[in-house]
């Protein structure tokens, strides 16, 4: 049985300009999230924010009080800018683990995450779960949006592939083309059991999603779109897909990556 | 201490049902909600055949509410009653099924369909809809489009039905009369007010489908109101929603004249938002003695109002 609970704020720290990281504390915390889910999260009890906003789970944590979860988030707008102002010892009101996660992939794959800007947050924990047996492209627009850059480096036991748009750190260009450099350099892998999992923003992952059709790749990637209620109630996070609307809260956020229609 | 109320046939065990369109098939929030603790469940509105909806972005928040352009999205009326409605009738509570269509036919032969099977215990119709056979026309806004629509529902069904009323007409009163005169046991409103907003960097519409429904408390004050005026001007009994986030604005929408109250984008907010005004309205009664829940519909006080009352007697 899920709750509607309310958490208190340990940490709410900077993590790089712009993001932060938010650490909520409860005796209550009831299930253990699965990388890929994410939580509905609300600041206060004024009505403006009024929804609460999803956020993917970014690590799951103990400690003497009880359960704690770990949010990476980008200070993006009036929910977050209020978020940010939050302290510590202040509560917010939150309710999850939702949305269906990541499969796992078989013995005999080999995971390759795609993570765009803040879609680190939720391939991290995968990342985690996978043990680093995997290989990570992680690309943002500039090398200030590029988070946890050294816990990635201690984590990711194959390739781990950084790229900024703007060249300011690591492969100057996309994640796409970042992936489609190392495949055309290592056109071994493609034969393989090569499994994508892919994380970013709505324009990323229909280039990701082009590029896999192209190459006959199977794998995952993980929507966002408005959300209202987040466990499947409203219809209001639809995305269109070949077997008509789906809801990202609900059969989402992860889908195969040939089921969206973009 | 007596929560129960009345609505035609129907006798709910307290006045707090669930907003069509918000809570799902009622699945959906069974896990933080006892179902059985609701006066009622409402269901999302169906059609005959299923429907797709609108493309995305489908919400938007706005100051203090929402915007929502959903669609009518739903699975068909067949498809609820082979899937949906074994988990529904597991529960003791009321299950009234929000239903709609493109024509007075389909109104009549949904309700039909819905009034031929066990477990659902009330139907709502929302006029808020197009009408295909005038395309000009939404039958909650036209008196004679409601009127006739309302009354071939009438005749095919002897379930508690329930008119919800659209908020984008100039006199609600005269609406839920029409739809009284037409065999309705009870009216409901307000349905969402149509609204829309703008992305001023992109200058797009925020909206997949331009313009939405407006949610939330920004509309509590026009609802609250379209009550008390509804209230005023027919015998049937009137269920309140609109804003309503906790149990004084469910006593609000009492005092102005309502019978019950729905409880919509509430929901989203808090989950268990239903079962918390209902423990809401049971200390406000403790507090206040009052021991019969209906004491409190229409209970509004102003010198004003009682003078109009007498004067008219
Ligand atoms: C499943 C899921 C997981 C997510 N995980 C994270 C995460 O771990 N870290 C993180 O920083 N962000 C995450 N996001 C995006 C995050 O929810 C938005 O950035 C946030 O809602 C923005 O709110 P705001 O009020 O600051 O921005 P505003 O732009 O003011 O928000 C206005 C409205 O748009 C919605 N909205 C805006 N941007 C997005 C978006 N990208 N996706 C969905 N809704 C949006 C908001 O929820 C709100 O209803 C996730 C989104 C989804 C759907
Ligand atoms: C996402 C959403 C979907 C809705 N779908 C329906 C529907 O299918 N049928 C209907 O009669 N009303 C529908 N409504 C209207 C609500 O039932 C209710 O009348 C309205 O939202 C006002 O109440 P609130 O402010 O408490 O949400 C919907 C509302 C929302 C927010
Ligand atoms: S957010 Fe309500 S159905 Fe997904």
Known sequence: ?262 | MNLTVNIGKLKLKNPVMTASGTFGYGEEYSEFVDLNKLGAVVVKGLSLLPREGNPPPRIVETPAGMLNAIGLQNIGIENFIREKLSFLRQFDTSVIVNFFGDSIDEYAKAAERLSAVDGIHGLEMNISCPNKEADWRIFGTDPKGTFEVVSAVRKVTDLTLIVKLSPNVTDIALMAKVAEDAGADAVSLINTITGMAIDIKTKRPRLGNITGGLSGPAIKPIAVRMVYETFRAVKIPVIGMGGIMNSSDAIEFLLAGATAVAVGTANFINPSATNDIIKGIESFMAENNITDLNELTGGIKSPQIEMEASGAE
């Open chain 1, 1 to 262: 049985m899920s709750k509607y609970i309310r958490a208190k704020i340990t940490e709410n720290t900077p993590v790089n300009k712009g993001h932060n990281l938010l650490v909520l504390s409860s005796d209550n915390i009831q299930q253990h999230p699965l990388p890929g889910q994410f939580y509905m999260i609300g600041t206060d009890f004024s009505y403006d924010p009024l929804l609460k906003r999803p956020f993917s789970i970014f690590r799951e944590t103990s400690s003497a009080e009880g359960g704690e979860l770990q949010f990476l988030y980008r200070i993006k707008g009036k929910g977050t800018e209020r978020m940010k102002e939050m302290k510590k010892g202040d509560t917010v009101n939150l309710f999850g683990p939702l949305g269906n996660g990541y499969p796992m992939p078989g013995k005999n794959f080999t995971p390759v995450l795609i993570a765009g800007g803040i879609g680190i947050a939720s391939l991290f924990p995968l990342a985690e779960k996978l043990s680093g047996n995997i290989h990570f492209f992680y690309g943002a627009r500039t090398s200030g949006e590029l988070l946890m850059l050294n816990e990635l480096k201690g984590l990711v036991k194959k390739e781990l592939i950084i790229s900024a748009d703007d060249g300011s750190e690591g492969r100057k260009g996309t994640v796409v083309d970042a992936l489609n450099v190392f495949l055309t350099s290592n056109p071994q892998l493609l034969t393989s059991n090569f499994l994508l999992y892919a994380c970013g923003p709505s324009p990323m992952l229909e280039a990701v999603s082009k590029f896999a059709a192209e190459k006959g790749i199977k794998g995952y990637i993980s929507m966002e779109e408005n959300m209202a209620c987040g466990v499947g109630a409203c219809l209001g996070c639809a995305v269109k897909t070949k077997k008509g609307y789906k809801r990202v809260c609900k059969e989402g956020p992860v889908f195969e990556i040939g089921e969206i229609v973009w």
